[in-house]
């Protein structure tokens, strides 16, 4: 039966189904376009009879397997009719339905199935979505930044240490390149600012030797021992 095909309108809700659908490989797209481009020279008339041979060098699929489970899963998909033969005098029948919604219904006079096919992708726009698989976020490094001599100096006063600490600290890794043991890159420099007041405050000046021993300065040395 022939029918009324708008070409380009029709190859352009092709166009829009692949997007929606990631079941569709590049085999079932290069198997429907050599489909197609039979369909057109016979003026869009169904069903057409196709030819596995000619089938497979036109759209590069070298495997006869590949090749018939291309054809069974566009049929499933409501992409084709396929109606296979297995008479090997007599090809098999292929069903191409009409996708171009922007036509009048009158205009299209293919099979019952080939219409309601014809608005299937629209309907089933949102399950094909469900099919797909969700893209993988990569996550985006945060990139270190040195400190301002000012941060750090304002960082070691909230942390009640002293501007001299900040600024041993800020003048150690900015004369290494902010290496962490010398090797490592510093991702967190607040976090290598705690332990570097930790480690100060364990060698603190004012404990001296004097105050460890507990020598009293008030010591009358006149006092008989």
Same mark, same amino acid.
């Given at each position: 039966?022939?029918?009324?095909?708008?070409?380009?309108?029709?190859?352009?809700?092709?166009?829009?189904? &692949?997007?929606?659908?990631?079941?569709?490989?590049?085999?079932?797209?290069?198997?429907?376009?050599?489909?197609?481009?039979?369909? *057109?020279?016979?003026?869009?008339?169904?069903?057409?009879? =196709?030819? !596995?041979?000619?089938?497979?060098?036109?759209?590069?699929?070298?495997?006869?397997?590949?090749?018939?489970?291309?054809?069974?899963?566009?049929?499933?998909?409501?992409? =084709?009719?396929?109606?296979?033969?297995?008479?090997?005098?007599?090809?098999?029948?292929?069903?191409?339905?009409?996708?171009? *919604?922007?036509?009048?219904?009158?205009?299209?006079?293919?099979?019952?199935?080939?219409?309601? &096919?014809?608005?299937? @992708?629209?309907? *089933?726009? &949102?399950?094909?979505?469900?099919?797909? +698989?969700?893209?993988?976020?990569?996550?985006?490094?945060? +990139?270190?930044?040195?400190?301002? &001599?000012?941060?750090?100096?304002?960082?070691?006063?909230?942390?009640?240490?002293?501007?001299?600490?900040?600024?041993?600290?800020? *003048?150690?890794?900015?004369?290494?390149?902010?290496?962490?043991?010398?090797?490592?890159?510093?991702?967190?420099?607040?976090?290598?600012?705690?332990?570097?007041? +930790? !480690?100060?405050?364990?060698?603190? @000046?004012?404990?001296?030797? +004097?105050?460890?021993?507990? =020598?009293? #300065?008030?010591? #009358?040395?006149?006092?008989?021992?």
């Amino acid at each position: 039966m022939k029918q009324s095909v708008n070409y380009i309108k029709h190859l352009e809700a092709w166009s829009d189904m &692949i997007c929606c659908d990631n079941r569709l490989t590049p085999h079932h797209i290069s198997l429907y376009y050599a489909m197609f481009h039979q369909w *057109n020279l016979a003026k869009f008339q169904n069903p057409i009879s =196709i030819c !596995r041979s000619e089938l497979m060098l036109a759209c590069k699929i070298g495997s006869a397997n590949t090749y018939t489970k291309c054809l069974k899963q566009l049929d499933h998909w409501g992409y =084709i009719e396929y109606k296979p033969s297995y008479n090997p005098m007599r090809g098999s029948l292929v069903n191409l339905y009409n996708f171009d *919604n922007s036509t009048d219904k009158g205009s299209d006079k293919g099979t019952v199935k080939g219409a309601v &096919i014809a608005v299937r @992708p629209s309907l *089933n726009s &949102i399950n094909y979505k469900k099919h797909s +698989k969700p893209i993988k976020q990569e996550r985006v490094k945060s +990139k270190f930044s040195p400190p301002s &001599i000012d941060q750090v100096k304002e960082f070691f006063l909230e942390m009640k240490s002293t501007v001299v600490e900040a600024e041993k600290f800020h *003048n150690h890794f900015e004369s290494n390149g902010w290496l962490v043991g010398g090797k490592a890159k510093m991702k967190n420099w607040q976090a290598a600012a705690r332990n570097w007041i +930790k !480690r100060s405050e364990s060698f603190n @000046p004012s404990s001296t030797t +004097k105050d460890r021993l507990h =020598i009293n #300065d008030d010591k #009358d040395y006149a006092t008989p021992l």
